[in-house]
């Protein structure tokens, strides 16, 4: 029996009735093993670098809280990177950008009463010249993704564009912040019912029985 990164990070074991668990589900977990491959293993990084992917995988794994995913993408831009000054400017700016979301303005109408304010994320001018406009511009909209999605634009998707993102990048960039984000959702339950036993019999909960294809 193979292991994929989920069972890597958490140290599942084989055999072990979270490996089980799993593998109830195994169409599921092979895709989402797939989509980590095309995300980070592609062929062609043309639109999007290695280091770029990793990077923002680091940030947004590292907004979301799972310490073993977000050391797992912290290893794989130091590997990535050929200055441990980017290394360094990511791991500044991950800290700057935590917060609790989501919040952000509806359009108006009737679910402006639930409008709310929040930390708008932008990447320091020190940082910014380390990691460069494009770079920096794919934080910012990560971050928006993550925790003000209600705010997504055509004028966010035109600063990606002037920062020198084609239009195939930003496609992937999405995909990057949405496969993450729900690769932090299946590495959080799992990390739960790892810590409580007890409620192992209710795997019927497990994120993986959604679909790993966003």
Same mark, same amino acid.
């Given at each position: 029996?193979?292991?994929?990164?989920?069972?890597?990070?958490?140290?599942?074991?084989?055999?072990s009735?979270?490996?089980?668990?799993?593998?109830?589900?195994?169409?599921?977990?092979?895709?989402?093993?797939?989509?980590?491959?095309?995300?980070?293993?592609p062929?062609?990084?043309?639109?999007?670098?290695?280091?770029?992917r990793?990077?923002?995988?680091?940030?947004?794994?590292?907004?979301?809280g799972?310490?073993v995913?977000?050391?797992?993408?912290?290893?794989? =831009?130091?590997?990535?990177?050929? $200055?441990?000054?980017?290394v +360094? #400017?990511?791991? %500044?700016?991950? &800290? !700057? /950008?935590?917060? @609790?979301?989501p919040?952000?303005?509806?359009?108006?109408?009737?679910?402006?009463?639930?409008?709310?304010?929040?930390?708008?994320?932008?990447?320091?001018?020190?940082?910014?010249?380390v990691?460069?406009?494009?770079?920096?511009?794919?934080?910012?909209?990560?971050? =928006?993704?993550?925790?003000?999605? $209600?705010?997504?634009?055509? +004028? #966010?998707?035109? %600063?990606?564009? &002037? !920062? /020198?993102?084609s @239009?195939?990048?930003?496609?992937?960039?999405?995909?990057?912040?949405?496969?993450?984000?729900?690769?932090?959702?299946?590495?959080?339950?799992?990390?739960?019912?790892?810590?409580?036993?007890?409620?192992?019999?209710?795997?019927?909960?497990?994120?993986?029985?959604?679909s790993?294809?966003?």
């Open positions: 029996m193979t292991t994929d990164l989920i069972d890597r990070v958490l140290s599942i074991a084989p055999g009735h979270l490996d089980q668990l799993r593998r109830h589900r195994e169409v599921a977990r092979d895709n989402i093993e797939k989509a980590y491959v095309a995300l980070f293993e062929v062609n990084t043309t639109e999007v670098s290695s280091l770029e990793f990077a923002i995988a680091r940030f947004v794994t590292g907004l979301h799972p310490l995913l977000g050391t797992h993408y912290a290893k794989a =831009l130091d590997s990535a990177a050929d $200055r441990s000054d980017i +360094a #400017a990511i791991t %500044a700016e991950t &800290a !700057a /950008g935590k917060t @609790t979301g919040y952000g303005t509806y359009p108006e109408g009737p679910l402006s009463s639930e409008n709310k304010a929040g930390l708008i994320y932008a990447v320091s001018l020190e940082n910014r010249s990691l460069g406009e494009k770079l920096s511009a794919a934080l910012e909209h990560a971050h =928006l993704l993550v925790f003000r999605p $209600r705010d997504a634009s055509k +004028a #966010a998707l035109d %600063a990606l564009l &002037a !920062a /020198g993102w @239009t195939a990048g930003i496609v992937t960039i999405s995909q990057l912040v949405a496969f993450l984000s729900f690769q932090v959702r299946i590495v959080e339950g799992l990390s739960a019912l790892a810590a409580h036993p007890a409620a192992n019999n209710l795997n019927d909960r497990l994120p993986e029985a959604a790993a294809t966003a």
